[in-house]
Nanobody
Framework: QVQLVESGGGLVQAGGSLRLSCAAS????????VGWFRQAPGKEREFVAA????????SYADSVKGRFAVSRDNAKNTAYLQMNSLKPEDTAVYYC?????????????????WGQGTQVTVSS
């Protein structure tokens, strides 16, 4: 069983930055893609960013492109989401997820293990 634990969420003013971490329990973490999703109250879960198994390929939602950066350190079984220039509309619970294979997906069905989520609140 793979466990993913997110951390780094919190309350930040608009224009500020946060870095989320996603720590995985399994050493096989490095063989799989990682995705970041978010869900705001009353809204569906949406894709934010993803990275393939090696870190050589990434994808971003248009709403965060140029502001967020996804990365990973396979030696530490950890993925990161650096969030800059945060906006109130970025407020949501953020989830990391492990993909079903080495390539990432922008659809949540492409992931089979999920963390518990971490709250990000951006005040105006």
């Amino acid at each position: 069983q793979v466990q993913l634990v997110e951390s780094g969420g919190g309350l930040v003013q608009a224009g500020g930055s946060l870095r989320l971490s996603c720590a995985a329990s399994a050493r096989t973490f490095s063989s799989y893609a990682v995705g970041w999703f978010r869900q705001a109250p009353g809204k569906e879960r949406e894709f934010v960013a993803a990275i393939n198994w090696s870190g050589g390929s990434t994808s971003y939602a248009d709403s965060v492109k140029g502001r967020f950066a996804v990365s990973r350190d396979n030696a530490k079984n950890t993925a990161y989401l650096q969030m800059n220039s945060l906006k109130p509309e970025d407020t949501a619970v953020y989830y990391c997820a492990r993909g079903r294979g080495r390539s990432y997906s922008v659809d949540y069905v492409g992931y089979n293990y999920w963390g518990q989520g971490t709250q990000v609140t951006v005040s105006s």
